[in-house]
């Protein structure tokens, strides 16, 4: 039975590259994996498969019966609706540990690292297969994509150190001037709607049995955000209320001032302004050297639910 590789639901370039990365090394090794996607590619992740020539993965988001390796992710809410009915065979994953669980054995690649590709890179380092270059170069996009081009905090030497090798073995020496025009691409949102932007990078979170969601746009100038914060904050209060959510926020990050305004809806904000110690003004806040929703968000976040 083939294997399917994918990432989390809304998925990024990491979620997209890495279930084709790490498909490619299961086939290598005798195992027949099919790379596959939860959802619709977001326009980096585009540019990334135009560059090196790929089509996007399968998309599938029933798995009953199948056997998965999942990548990106270990949170139930970011996985299939009917993951229950599948075998989990296999994680690789750079967040905290999730709350999925299998009832039979499994492989588990799970580091603390700004990318889940900076660990399939070990993975064909351990396997000792070689990577081609088309597949170096998507991985190398989602590192890069991952860390912010090395800015986040959630970056380490061993992202930095896969880059390096990666870009040698696809070819691109600059991959800083890659990594630029990857994020310009992201900080295009022209004719895209309010909630579709709320929802491109997007993940639900359940805080001690409170649900909350966290989306994220990260862009190279917040000045794009001008004219549309007023609406992003209007859709984020029907997003939650639709979605019986306790809090949504959306964080508009600027890669550039190393900074993120974090726009605020919620049934009592003062869990989230207890969280970060600090004060709310119209529901946003700017919060200096804040790149990571998963290093510098959630752990602050999720024990002010407990
Ligand atoms: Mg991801
Ligand atoms: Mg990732
Ligand atoms: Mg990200």
Redesign the pocket.
């Given at each position: 039975m083939a294997i399917y590789t994918c990432g989390h639901t809304t998925p990024?370039s990491d979620s997209i590259c890495s279930a084709l990365s790490l498909g490619y090394l299961l086939n290598q090794i005798g195992r027949e994996a099919i790379p596959a996607r939860q959802g619709a590619l977001n326009p980096e992740t585009q540019f990334i498969l135009d560059k090196f020539g790929f089509e996007a993965p399968l998309l599938k988001t029933k798995f009953a019966g199948c056997e998965l390796f999942i990548a990106d992710y270990s949170d139930r809410g970011l996985a299939p609706a009917d993951i229950d009915e599948a075998t989990i065979v296999g994680i690789v994953d750079h967040h905290k540990l999730g709350d999925l669980t299998t009832s039979a054995p499994l492989e588990c690649w799970i580091r603390p690292v700004g990318c889940s590709n900076t660990i399939v890179k070990e993975m064909y380092d351990y396997h000792k297969v070689e990577i081609p270059a088309n597949i170096a170069g998507i991985m190398m996009c989602a590192i890069l994509?991952?860390t912010v081009i090395f800015k986040s905090p959630t970056c380490t030497q061993k992202d930095i150190d896969a880059v390096r090798e990666l870009s040698e073995i696809c070819g691109i020496e600059d991959f800083g001037a890659l990594g630029m025009e990857m994020f310009t691409i992201k900080s295009q949102m022209d004719g895209v709607g309010i909630r579709d932007l709320i929802l491109r990078?997007y993940k639900p979170f359940d805080m001690h049995g409170t649900a909350v969601g966290i989306g994220?746009l990260e862009v190279v100038d917040l000045a794009v955000f001008d004219t549309m914060k007023d609406d992003f904050q209007e859709d984020l209060e029907k997003l939650r209320i639709e979605n019986n959510l306790h809090t949504a926020c959306l964080i508009l990050t600027d890669i550039m001032k190393e900074g993120s305004e974090i726009l605020v809806a919620s049934s009592d904000k003062s869990i989230f302004e207890k969280a970060f110690d600090i004060t709310l003004e119209n529901n946003k806040i700017w919060m200096p050297g804040c790149l990571s929703r998963k290093k510098q968000i959630i752990p602050f976040l999720e024990p002010a639910f407990k």
């Amino acid at each position: 039975m083939a294997i399917y590789t994918c990432g989390h639901t809304t998925p990024d370039s990491d979620s997209i590259c890495s279930a084709l990365s790490l498909g490619y090394l299961l086939n290598q090794i005798g195992r027949e994996a099919i790379p596959a996607r939860q959802g619709a590619l977001n326009p980096e992740t585009q540019f990334i498969l135009d560059k090196f020539g790929f089509e996007a993965p399968l998309l599938k988001t029933k798995f009953a019966g199948c056997e998965l390796f999942i990548a990106d992710y270990s949170d139930r809410g970011l996985a299939p609706a009917d993951i229950d009915e599948a075998t989990i065979v296999g994680i690789v994953d750079h967040h905290k540990l999730g709350d999925l669980t299998t009832s039979a054995p499994l492989e588990c690649w799970i580091r603390p690292v700004g990318c889940s590709n900076t660990i399939v890179k070990e993975m064909y380092d351990y396997h000792k297969v070689e990577i081609p270059a088309n597949i170096a170069g998507i991985m190398m996009c989602a590192i890069l994509s991952d860390t912010v081009i090395f800015k986040s905090p959630t970056c380490t030497q061993k992202d930095i150190d896969a880059v390096r090798e990666l870009s040698e073995i696809c070819g691109i020496e600059d991959f800083g001037a890659l990594g630029m025009e990857m994020f310009t691409i992201k900080s295009q949102m022209d004719g895209v709607g309010i909630r579709d932007l709320i929802l491109r990078d997007y993940k639900p979170f359940d805080m001690h049995g409170t649900a909350v969601g966290i989306g994220q746009l990260e862009v190279v100038d917040l000045a794009v955000f001008d004219t549309m914060k007023d609406d992003f904050q209007e859709d984020l209060e029907k997003l939650r209320i639709e979605n019986n959510l306790h809090t949504a926020c959306l964080i508009l990050t600027d890669i550039m001032k190393e900074g993120s305004e974090i726009l605020v809806a919620s049934s009592d904000k003062s869990i989230f302004e207890k969280a970060f110690d600090i004060t709310l003004e119209n529901n946003k806040i700017w919060m200096p050297g804040c790149l990571s929703r998963k290093k510098q968000i959630i752990p602050f976040l999720e024990p002010a639910f407990k």
